[in-house]
Nanobody
Framework: FRIVESGGGLVQSGESLRLSCVST????????IGWFRQAPGKEREGISC????????DYADSVKGRFTISRDNANNAVYLQMDTLKPEDSGVYYC?????????????????WGQGTQVTVSS
């Protein structure tokens, strides 16, 4: 995989996790990077994205105020800090890149998906 996600795990409701998205194949800062979540039996949904360079960020309403996306260009990484986790945040989290002018949460605009990292939040 050209993109690799990590940082998932099993936590209790209210706890935090930080997911990492890294690549050894391309420079993440050249692209919009999106985080997506897929729960069992549900479609993959956009959670957050960050624009290339100094581009802005966007969040799904369900995570606004709890999740924060950021870049670490020195390590060619994008992080998703997830605070105050809820059971409904459980799922496999994926990151992917987009070459569009601005980032958005439309999964159809993204390519080079990683293998995902599992997040499970117990109540």
């Amino acid at each position: 995989f050209r993109i690799v996600e990590s940082g998932g795990g099993l936590v209790q409701s209210g706890e935090s996790l930080r997911l990492s998205c890294v690549s050894t194949a391309f420079t993440l800062d050249y692209y919009n990077i999106g985080w997506f979540r897929q729960a069992p039996g549900k479609e993959r949904e956009g959670i957050s994205c960050i624009g290339r360079g100094n581009g802005g960020s966007d969040y799904a309403d369900s995570v606004k105020g709890r999740f924060t996306i950021s870049r670490d260009n020195a390590n060619n990484a994008v992080y998703l800090q997830m605070d105050t986790l809820k059971p409904e945040d459980s799922g496999v989290y994926y990151c992917a890149r987009s070459n569009r002018a601005m980032c958005n949460l439309d999964r159809g605009e993204y390519e080079y998906w990683g293998q995902g990292t599992q997040v499970t939040v117990s109540s």
